[in-house]
């Protein structure tokens, strides 16, 4: 039965609710958030910056863009795939407007990790208008039919770009059952031949590591031109023809492989290396002729792979430069035996960095003396972008370019200007690299007490107008105590309720974030402050920075990149040395981003509490409602959700479990997010 408040008429829940809060003032419990405005907080509404930037290149917007390409012979043209299964035509870059010219939207499956992935234009594209697309894809009217990792080649006037022959000519259409790791990419190395990427399928136990199989886990070499010389493939259902296999590919005639028999007329003499999880974008170095991969992980490391005939990048033995799930399953010889052809990444960094490296260019433009023969990457989950490039002792370094763009599908560079163009499908734009040596905007401020959050850095005082607030379940931060409180300076502006989404915030909205860490856990006396963060409301956004504390009352400003520490503990009796990273400025972005509601705790259900505040009991959404900070608010509370803590005895279980998923999970894993969701 529902409570009896709850079964009352509007209007005498509404005076229930006024008596309430009279009598609270009357009986000398008022709500100690008396709204003052700040005018202490130096923190910019847009930071300074110095060096590279993005511009919108084109102005318009396209419908989730995932790949591009330039046209030979058309320097203001430009083709790029939509992830629905559409070709767009980009005819005048000075005078922009999308056209559809192919649209295999009917026969393409598109999800969280589907869609139309890569196009290529072959290399005599000027003189026979050749495009090749890579799509997951179905058969149309054939409810039953499954699903394909589908090679196509399509043919259009080299001229208009208009299609001039109908229909599709299907290469390769690989059958798979998930809806992950699929890849892929398809690029012509300088060799001619067409190079095609495809994932593990997300069945890493039957489809890696193996040649007599199908089409997975591998990048692939094919010719199109079927050339004299090239071979037939052997027969497959995945084989639909219109290509031949190059006779030097590696696998051609294998009889064996990690050490055990295969039959060379089973062998897929496609394959040109294997080993991979999800490589996604294929680059060729325009002056080594190298091919570079980036290789997507599972649950440790992102990598950059060089790959090269018969390479065997490890996985699921391995995942990048560390163990891989099925690493007990390994040849007790694969890493050292050549006859294995085991080859390591040469970069890979940890999921504390990013958790889905996007492979970019090697550039090779005039336009950035600077960018010169580096691997551009991105991460698509985290927003940054760098660089990949040898440092003095030849050990390939990420350096970051301090931009911030989630949601990247592809880079290419303009063969007619050297302009780096970059995809991304969180706004559907196409954004173009530029750099300024010229410093513009404001500075952040170096410590923590140039900011004006608090007055005693010691005790951690607030500021007038920044006021405290609590969640219900907070998120788990490798077990530091933390401690919030929330600025909104101009006493016009106000905070928007909503029931179930996040709370929308006026610009200049300030949130900070303290960090404690009990060395010895449960001894209080151990605790040793770590850092305070800040996430500022942007008209377009947010940005976030931390400070680091370096002594009891002195913090300073996290680098752009971040950093990491070693703090020794003492856990349970046992000597432990934590790893602790200070988040760079584009790592806040990969949680506080627009998917996610910017502010992640600053919603209905994690705010929904009483609180204490200077010995005034009081409940924290009504007081943020009277003190003038929140507008649109029911006059109830008892009908709107609210998360258990951890330790509430209170609370079933489940909705323990479920609070802990939403207040840890559901900012990445959530339809349109950085992880899977539906």
């Known amino acids: 039965m529902a409570p009896l408040l709850l079964r009352l008429p509007l209007m005498f829940v509404r005076l229930f609710w006024i008596l309430t809060l009279v009598l609270s003032v009357t009986t000398g419990t008022a709500d100690p958030w008396t709204r003052v405005p700040n005018t202490t907080l130096t923190l910019p509404q847009n930071p300074g910056r110095l060096g590279y930037r993005l511009v919108d290149g084109l102005g318009i917007a396209f419908e989730k863009p995932s790949a591009m390409a330039f046209v030979p012979g058309k320097p203001n043209a430009l083709l790029l795939t939509e992830l629905s299964g559409r070709v767009v035509r980009v005819a005048n870059r000075a005078q922009p407007s999308r056209a559809v010219i192919l649209d295999v939207v009917d026969s393409t499956v598109v999800g969280p990790n589907e869609g139309l992935l890569a196009l290529t234009l072959h290399p005599r594209f000027e003189s026979n208008g050749r495009i090749f697309l890579l799509r997951t894809a179905r058969i149309p009217g054939q409810a039953n039919a499954g699903k394909f990792v589908q090679i196509s080649e399509?043919?259009?006037?080299?001229?208009?770009?208009?299609?001039?022959?109908?229909?599709?000519?299907?290469?390769?259409?690989?059958?798979?059952?998930?809806?992950?790791?699929?890849?892929?990419?398809?690029?012509?190395?300088?060799?001619?031949?067409?190079?095609?990427?495809?994932?593990?399928?997300?069945?890493?136990?039957?489809?890696?590591?193996?040649?007599?199989?199908?089409?997975?886990?591998?990048?692939?070499?094919?010719?199109?031109?079927?050339?004299?010389?090239?071979?037939?493939?052997?027969?497959?259902?995945?084989?639909?023809?219109?290509?031949?296999?190059?006779?030097?590919?590696?696998?051609?005639?294998?009889?064996?492989?990690?050490?055990?028999?295969?039959?060379?007329?089973?062998?897929?003499?496609?394959?040109?290396?294997?080993?991979?999880?999800?490589?996604?974008?294929?680059?060729?170095?325009?002056?080594?002729?190298?091919?570079?991969?980036?290789?997507?992980?599972?649950?440790?490391?992102?990598?950059?792979?060089?790959?090269?005939?018969?390479?065997?990048?490890?996985?699921?033995?391995?995942?990048?430069?560390?163990?891989?799930?099925?690493?007990?399953?390994?040849?007790?010889?694969?890493?050292?035996?050549?006859?294995?052809?085991?080859?390591p990444p040469v970069f890979s960094y940890p999921h504390t960095v990013g958790h889905c490296v996007i492979g970019g260019v090697i550039y090779r433009g005039s336009r950035f003396p600077d960018l010169y023969g580096a691997y551009l990457i991105s991460d698509y989950s985290y927003g940054w972008m760098g660089t990949v490039r040898p440092n003095a002792q030849g050990v390939r370094e990420l350096k970051g370019l301090s931009l911030y763009l989630p949601g990247v599908t592809d880079f290419a560079e303009d063969p007619l200007t050297g302009d780096i163009w970059i995809s991304e499908i969180d706004q559907s734009r196409l954004w173009r690299l530029e750099y300024s040596g010229v410093f513009t905007g404001e500075p952040l401020p170096a410590t923590l007490a140039d900011t004006g959050a608090f007055t005693d850095l010691t005790q951690l005082t607030p500021a007038p107008g920044i006021i405290p607030y609590e969640v219900n379940h907070a998120f788990w931060s490798d077990d530091a105590h933390k401690r919030r409180w929330l600025s909104v300076p101009a006493l016009t502006n106000q905070v928007g309720f909503h029931p179930t989404e996040g709370w929308t915030s006026p610009a200049g909205t300030v949130w900070i974030k303290h960090f404690d860490l009990e060395l010895t856990p449960g001894v209080p006396e151990s605790s040793r402050r770590i850092e305070t963060r800040f996430l500022v409301r942007q008209p377009d956004g947010v940005y976030g920075l931390s400070y680091r504390w370096d002594s009891a009352t002195n913090a300073t400003l996290v680098p752009e990149d971040g950093v990491e520490e070693n703090i020794t503990r003492v856990v349970n009796g046992v000597t432990v040395v934590q790893r602790w990273r200070y988040p760079s400025r584009s790592e806040c972005l990969a949680c506080h981003n627009r998917r996610s509601g910017l502010a992640l705790s600053f919603n209905t259900a994690q705010l929904n509490r009483e609180v204490e505040w200077d010995g005034v009991r009081t409940h924290q959404i009504a007081a943020l409602v009277r003190s003038g900070y929140l507008t649109n608010a029911p006059a109830s509370f008892h009908a709107t959700p609210k998360y258990a803590a951890r330790d509430d005895a209170d609370a079933s279980v489940e909705w323990r479990a479920r609070s802990y998923l939403s207040a840890n999970c559901s900012f990445c894993h959530q339809p349109g997010g950085a992880g899977l969701g539906r």
Do not use: C, M
Request: glycine content about 12%; overall charge negative.
């Open 154 to 343: 399509f043919q259009v006037s080299p001229d208009t770009l208009e299609p001039t022959a109908p229909g599709e000519k299907v290469l390769i259409q690989q059958a798979y059952s998930s809806l992950d790791h699929l890849g892929g990419d398809l690029q012509f190395g300088p060799d001619g031949y067409l190079y095609a990427s495809i994932g593990d399928g997300f069945n890493p136990a039957f489809n890696s590591q193996q040649i007599d199989r199908g089409f997975f886990s591998a990048v692939l070499r094919i010719d199109v031109d079927e050339r004299p010389g090239s071979l037939a493939p052997n027969p497959h259902p995945a084989v639909k023809g219109g290509y031949r296999i190059p006779p030097d590919n590696p696998y051609v005639g294998a009889t064996q492989f990690l050490g055990a028999p295969v039959d060379p007329s089973e062998v897929r003499t496609e394959l040109w290396s294997v080993g991979f999880r999800e490589p996604f974008r294929l680059s060729f170095d325009s002056a080594t002729g190298e091919l570079y991969v980036g290789e997507v992980g599972a649950e440790a490391r992102e990598s950059v792979h060089v790959t090269s005939p018969g390479a065997n990048h490890g996985w699921p033995y391995r995942e990048g430069d560390t163990q891989g799930i099925l690493f007990d399953t390994v040849p007790q010889d694969f890493l050292y035996n050549p006859l294995h052809r085991y080859v």
